[in-house]
């Protein structure tokens, strides 16, 4: 059964290259189930999207399209659509992908379990849905409990950015994504940045939603991760170095970095005969996410 509208949540949907048919399922959802869903295009029509797709939101009121005039990365346009937001007046905002499966009750449950944990002085920042696999052949990311529970949510140490349902206010004292990081580690470096100042990160664990992450697997013995283009695979690697310079970032996930992050460039260098030169490619990637780190 469908809930009501939510007072003051609003829905964001970041675009590029979108398919069409998942993207108009995802909107005609959301539109039945919040006030308003900001639209991110991260670049001009043509390249990031085509005519067919901005059709999709034309005469539809409870639409908001802002579209950068380049790509800019996921971390650029989650804060154009949260300064959005607040500007008109919301105090929850839920992400999603392009391609998110998302039952109408979701938004409802997320935005419910954000108050209800409030009301218990857990100072919630954000709280996102159970992430499972779309597919048998892809992997779904996981969190870490930190042992805290409140009926079926689930304290964790960080939320990734699709299905996350965002306290505004929190936002504004936490400080927004950085940008710099433009796709992978945004979500995460946020997480920690939150938790240092006071708040909390829960997972509903009542609310399912299936995540789409990469095209398949890449596997080495123990070492088990989605498997992406070598561009973003670079990026990965770039953020989790850029990590390693910030105070707020727990030591833990840190010396899992320096053990991981190396094995995850070789296992995809092995299993990628397609990208030469990948294993250099990746070290200059590490040093200037280091170097990034330290600037401020």
Not at 64 to 84: D, F, W, Y
Not at 216 to 237: D, E, H, S, T
Request: with cysteine; aromatic share 8%.
């Amino acid at each position: 059964m469908n809930r009501p509208r939510s007072s003051g949540l609003a829905a964001a949907i970041t675009v590029y290259r979108p398919d069409h048919a998942a993207l108009e399922r995802l909107s005609g959802v959301l539109a039945g189930c919040t006030e308003r869903i900001y639209v991110y295009i991260d670049g001009p029509t043509g390249e990031a999207i085509d005519l067919d797709g901005l059709a999709i939101f034309e005469g539809r009121d409870a639409f908001r399209v802002i579209q950068s005039p380049h790509n800019a990365g996921i971390a650029t346009g989650l804060n154009k659509m949260v300064a959005a937001a607040i500007e008109d007046g919301f105090k929850r905002l839920i992400f999603f992908d392009q391609d998110s499966d998302v039952e109408p009750q979701l938004p409802w449950a997320l935005d419910a379990a954000l108050g209800e944990i409030g009301r218990q002085g857990y100072r919630p920042a954000a709280v996102g849905p159970m992430p499972t696999a779309a597919e048998p052949q892809s992997k779904a990311p996981s969190y870490r409990p930190t042992g805290r529970r409140s009926d079926a949510r689930e304290e964790v140490a960080y939320l990734i950015v699709s299905g996350c349902c965002l306290d505004l206010p929190a936002f504004e004292a936490i400080g927004p994504f950085r940008e710099d990081l433009r796709m992978d580690g945004v979500d995460v470096e946020w997480s920690f940045r939150a938790r240092s100042r006071g708040y909390s990160l829960w997972c509903d664990t009542a609310s399912i939603m299936p995540h789409r992450v990469g095209n398949g697997i890449v596997r080495l013995g123990p070492v088990a991760f989605p498997r992406q283009k070598a561009a973003r695979m670079l990026n990965y690697v770039y953020s989790q170095a850029l990590l390693l310079r910030l105070a707020h970032v727990p030591t833990s996930w840190k010396l899992r970095s320096m053990i991981y992050v190396p094995l995850q460039v070789l296992a995809y260098a092995l299993k990628s005969p397609s990208s030469p030169g990948f294993v250099g490619r990746a070290i200059d990637a590490a040093r200037s996410g280091f170097a990034a780190g330290g600037k401020r």
